[in-house]
C-alpha cells in the first residue's frame, strides 16, 4: 500500500473524526487562537484575494477561516470522508466548492486560476514525490502573480534520526536509549513526518518547474529541539514576488505556541458581543 493509499485508509476509516482536527491545535489553545497568533500573521500580507485553493483541508480546520479572505475558494483533499464533511459543514457557502484527488493532482482547479495556495499541517506527512506532483500542479492552476504558502517536512535534514523513525530502526535503539531520546523532546515530535524532504530539497523541486521558493521558516514543530518542519512561500518565476530565496531558522516557534495559548486563557471565557460576525 502506497503512502497516499494508507493516509486514505487512515482518514476514511480510522480516525476519530469527533474533533474534527481541532486536537492539533491543542498546544495554541484552540484552532482560533492558533489562526489568530500564528497562521494569519504570516499570510496577511496575501490575503484577501479572488480565489483561494487549500489543499488537504481536511475537516476544514482552516477553512472556515480562508473564506473569509476571498471571493472563491477550492479546496481538494484525498480523502472522501473529509470531503464529504467540508461539503455538509459549508454547503450553505455558494462561494466554496470542494473535491476528492488523488493524494497528488487538483482536479477542478482551472488553469492560472489560484492566486491564493495554502496547505497548513498535511503535507508534512508526504514524501518527495508527492510533493513534486503538487508543485507541477501549483505550476499549472497558480494566477501569473499567484503564491502558494506550503508546510512540508523537514526531518530529511536529520537523516540519521529519520531512519530511526522506522519502526524497525526504533526497535533495534536499545529501550533505555529511546527513552532518553523521548524525554528531551526528540522522537516525539516526529510526528510521521517524511523522511526524503528538506527545506533544500524543496528548493529543487520547485525548480524543476517554473515556479520559486521566495521564502522558508523552518521551525521546531512541537516545541522539541529539532527543526522537523519547514514552511515555504512559493511564486512564478518573474513575479512581483520573485526574488533570492529568503531561510529564517526559527527555534522560538514551539515558545510562540505556548506564549498563543497562554496569552488566549486571559479572553478564552469571555463570549462575543452579539454585533461581532460569526
Known amino acids: 500500500m502506497s503512502m497516499v493509499q494508507a493516509n486514505a485508509a487512515e482518514w476514511d476509516r480510522s480516525y476519530d473524526s469527533r474533533a474534527k482536527g481541532e486536537e492539533w491545535s491543542e498546544p495554541w489553545g484552540s484552532s482560533t487562537a492558533q489562526w489568530y497568533g500564528s497562521v494569519y500573521p504570516r499570510i496577511q500580507r496575501f490575503l484577501p484575494v479572488g480565489r483561494i485553493l487549500e489543499i488537504a483541508p481536511g475537516y476544514g480546520r482552516w477553512t472556515s477561516f ?20 467540508c461539503r455538509k459543514r459549508f454547503g450553505g457557502r455558494s462561494n466554496a466548492s470542494f473535491h476528492v484527488n488523488d493524494g497528488r493532482s487538483l482536479p477542478g482547479v482551472a ?21 513534486a506532483s503538487y508543485l507541477t500542479e501549483l505550476d499549472r492552476v497558480l494566477a501569473p502573480e499567484g503564491v502558494a504558502f506550503i508546510h ?17 530502526g526504533l526497535e ?13 523532546g526528540i522522537l516525539n ?6 523522511t526524503d524532504v528538506t527545506a533544500a530539497s524543496f528548493v529543487e523541486l520547485c525548480e524543476a518547474t517554473s515556479l520559486h521558493c521566495v521564502a522558508q521558516e523552518v521551525v521546531n514543530w512541537g ?56
Not at 112 to 118: G, K, P, R
Open 111 to 131: 488553469n492560472s486560476s489560484i492566486n491564493f495556495a495554502f496547505s497548513f499541517d498535511s503535507l508534512v506527512h508526504v514524501d518527495a514525490h508527492i510533493l
Open 152 to 168: 512540508h517536512s523537514n526531518l530529511g535534514s536529520y537523516s540519521r534520526l529519520a531512519q530511526l523513525t522506522d519502526p524497525l
Open 172 to 184: 533495534r535503539l536499545p529501550a533505555k536509549f529511546r527513552l532518553k531520546l523521548d524525554h528531551i
Open 66 to 85: 480562508l473564506l473569509s479572505h476571498c471571493d472563491s475558494y477550492v479546496g481538494v483533499d484525498h480523502s472522501t470522508r473529509c470531503i464529504d464533511s
Open 223 to 278: 516545541g522539541g529541539v529539532l527543526l522537523t518542519d519547514a514552511i515555504s512561500v512559493v511564486t512564478r518565476a518573474g513575479s512581483r514576488l520573485d526574488r533570492p530565496n529568503r531561510v529564517v531558522r526559527n527555534r522560538l516557534f514551539g515558545a510562540e505556541a505556548r506564549a498563543v495559548r497562554r496569552s488566549d486563557t486571559a479572553y478564552d471565557p469571555l463570549p462575543r458581543p452579539a454585533s461581532s460576525p460569526a
Open 189 to 194: 515530535n516526529v510526528g510521521s513526518r517524511a
